[in-house]
């Protein structure tokens, strides 16, 4: 098995993503989960141009919080017309004290004489100056030589100096960087292809624009490199750069390749650890780690998988952490409801008639707006109802009313918000008033009040996420409405669905599922 380098630059390129802040602890914390999965080389950020690096790149000294990975701190080379040893960027990427550090070129002639505005032969020199005396100081260098596929096909000559430049000057490593994007997957095989006639060690850089980069890193690891870069999630500027968890997972997986080993298993929790800490939320579609990547629905699928998983998946989930689901719809047959039934823990075998039953009314709710596949504690009640009779119940609701008052022109400012509760539980009759930010809040502070007295662990209940959509919406305000809400405990997470004319009574549903369904499993798990 030949070995892949893996780099990371989820702390410089990927935090260029628009609406992506990293602190200097969030970096840290990333820094933390990259080298526990596994990653070679981390790249820290830009000392010297970069406040918040900096001090990452001071602090780091200090912690020393990587036990496996290396650390490359990102630079740029000495600016034209001043000496190597005088440029205080380069200084800075000496201070930093990273053993590796990656310096990026222009190497695209357009580039150099427009965005740089100097000459070609000047450009040269910045690479062999810079790279010569970084060496000289003891670090590795790899050139990130940017633009380098459109300045390849617009000028190859002068690209190939560039690299020749770099790696006749010591850079251990050349990588070529599709910046804008733009490359396919078949230009980028031909371009690496020439490049690999330089007898230096390359590697690839590519961004997303044309929805490539993982294919454009994989043509590229085919026609030779074995460097590959990437963040995590594809977080990126613009439409993000190559998702380093696809590309090693492919590399791996499908190609034989030697990336990251056992530790690829940790993949999908530490890509929704760094989603916590970035504060984005995870994209369930994506490959390999997505919470929707080994999800199935059609009651063919559920059929066949039955028999054999494999003939649905086109590998193990737990290979990349993460687990196959079956999502209840309209579209689900027999097989469906018995696998997601083993999913969800409860035996259903010998019980055809529950499977039956359940089947039809899953399909009945569908038609009147609900969604199970994406509200599995819904279905869980509505299955263990039909299972044992009866629904879990830990109270019983006598009546509920939310409304919102406008007081001096409140509304402007989102108004006031009042519900009131009357449950039954094993403390008796209660009453309670809650105020919130719109009825629905209300209404969750005033249900979570009543029910505290009797079960205290509510209050680590709190609704994490709140979706509503309009069904038929050509009724106007007629149209029917379907609530999904999510809620965690602080260890899982869970979501419910409810569906009525009125967005608040959907939202009561939804809620009272969401209430029902974090008691049962508190009770089961303190049993």
């Not at 914390?29 to 001090?55: C, F, K, N, S």
């Not at 695209?108 to 100056?129: C, P, Q």
């Not at 649905?312 to 469906?336: C, F, T, W």
Request: hydrophobic share 45%.
């Amino acid at each position: 098995m030949e070995r892949i380098e893996v780099y990371d630059t989820t702390l410089r390129d990927g935090a260029q993503q628009e609406g992506m802040n990293l602190s200097v602890a969030d970096k840290h914390a990333i820094a933390r989960l990259l080298d526990q999965l596994g990653v070679h080389v981390v790249e820290g950020g830009w000392p010297g141009a970069v406040p918040r690096d900096t001090q990452f790149f001071e602090e780091i000294k200090e912690r020393s919080p990587l036990s496996r990975a290396r650390l490359a701190a990102f630079g740029a080379t000495r600016k034209a017309g001043v000496k190597v040893e005088e440029d205080p960027q380069v200084l800075a990427l000496l201070e930093s004290e990273a053993p590796i550090v990656t310096l990026v070129a222009k190497s695209d002639i357009r580039h150099v004489e427009r965005a740089l505005r100097t000459v070609g032969e000047e450009n040269l020199a910045m690479v062999r100056d810079t790279i010569s005396f970084l060496v000289r100081e003891g670090r590795e260098v790899i050139l990130d030589a940017e633009h380098c596929f459109d300045g390849y096909r617009y000028d190859p000559a002068y690209t190939r100096a560039v690299l020749a430049e770099a790696a006749e000057a010591g850079a251990r490593t050349i990588v070529m960087c599709d910046t804008n994007g733009g490359m396919m997957p078949q230009w980028v095989g031909e371009i690496v292809t020439d490049m690999m006639s330089l007898g230096a060690p390359i590697g690839i850089h590519a961004h997303n624009d044309t929805g490539c980069a993982v294919a454009n890193t994989l043509a590229a690891v085919e026609a030779g490199a074995r460097h590959i870069q990437g963040t995590i999630n594809g977080y990126g500027e613009r439409t993000g750069n190559a998702d380093l968890l696809t590309c090693v997972a492919n590399l791996q997986l499908k190609l034989g390749f030697d990336c990251m080993g056992e530790d690829l298993m940790q993949s999908a929790t530490i890509a929704h650890q760094i989603s916590e800490v970035t504060n984005i939320s995870p994209f369930a579609r994506q490959p390999y780690v997505g919470a929707s990547a080994f999800a199935h629905k059609a009651g063919l699928h559920a059929s066949a998988i039955r028999v054999d998983p494999d003939l649905y998946q086109h590998i193990e989930p737990k290979v990349v952490g993460n687990d196959m689901r079956m999502l209840v719809s309209d579209m689900a047959g027999r097989a469906s409801i018995e696998l997601k039934a083993r999913e969800l823990g409860i035996n259903v075998t010998g019980r055809s008639d529950v499977i039956a039953a359940v089947t039809q009314k899953v399909k009945d709710a569908e038609a009147l707006g609900y969604t199970y596949d994406a509200a599995d504690a819904s279905f869980e009640l509505l299955l263990r109802e039909e299972l044992e009779g009866r629904r879990p119940s830990f109270f019983d609701v006598e009546s509920w009313k939310a409304y919102v008052a406008d007081i001096n022109g409140s509304l402007a400012g989102g108004g006031t918000a009042e519900a009131t509760v009357k449950v039954h539980t094993p403390s008796g009759r209660i009453v309670r008033i809650g105020e919130g930010n719109g009825p629905v809040n209300a209404l969750d502070r005033a249900l979570r009040e009543a029910l505290l007295p009797a079960y205290p662990h509510i209050a680590e209940f709190e609704l994490i996420d709140f979706k509503v959509r309009i069904l038929d919406s050509e009724q106007g305000t007629d149209a029917i409405i379907r609530v999904l809400i999510e809620t965690t405990d602080g260890i899982r997470s869970w979501s419910t669905v409810g569906v009525g004319s009125d967005v608040v009574a959907a939202s009561w549903e939804a809620l009272v599922d969401s209430i029902t369904w974090g008691l049962l499993h508190h009770d089961m798990a303190h049993v």
